[in-house]
């Protein structure tokens, strides 16, 4: 028997595991709209599609950001440009620029973008250092 959630959109009931139409159509928006066409190609390349999946891998596929903070083990689905594309194109594909992160987390860390973008750039930045040194050591620095 499949279990059910609903959509915290539009509350259409849906099953577990899925996700509703109304977020899809979202980002189909976003991406007409707002997002460069530059970036949206770049987003939808094979260039793009090796590097997350490296990055995954040298994460071992967790959210470095709880790992970090809180020592939470959560799986990652999303990789995060400290600096965005928008500010710096060359770093699009730079490793140090990357971080493995989970849905949730990634929104929650564009919030804190919004209120200190230097400090949480460079506490980013100096936390996957961190992560990566450490990594398969156990043990984290609590930021």
């Known amino acids: 028997m499949p279990i059910y959630k609903r959509c915290s959109r539009c509350g259409k009931r849906m099953q577990a595991g899925t996700t509703c139409d109304c977020v ?6 976003y991406d007409r709209l707002t997002r460069d066409r530059r970036s949206k190609a770049f987003y939808t390349s094979n260039e793009w599609e ?20 809180q020592g939470k083990v959560v799986l ?9 594309l928008r500010e710096d194109w060359s770093m699009r594909c ?23 973008r230097e400090g949480t750039v460079k506490k980013l930045k100096e936390m996957l250092r961190l992560y990566r040194e450490e990594q398969g050591q156990g043990g984290s620095e609590k930021f």
């Open 24 to 29: 899809k159509a979202r980002h189909r928006e």
């Open 50 to 69: 090796r590097v997350r999946r490296k990055v995954l891998q040298m994460d071992d596929g967790l959210d470095v950001y709880l790992y970090m903070t």
């Open 76 to 84: 990652a689905d999303t990789v995060h440009h400290i600096i965005p």
């Open 94 to 116: 730079s490793v140090e620029n990357l971080m493995s992160l989970n849905r949730d987390t990634h929104s929650m860390i564009e919030m804190l973008y919004e209120k200190d």
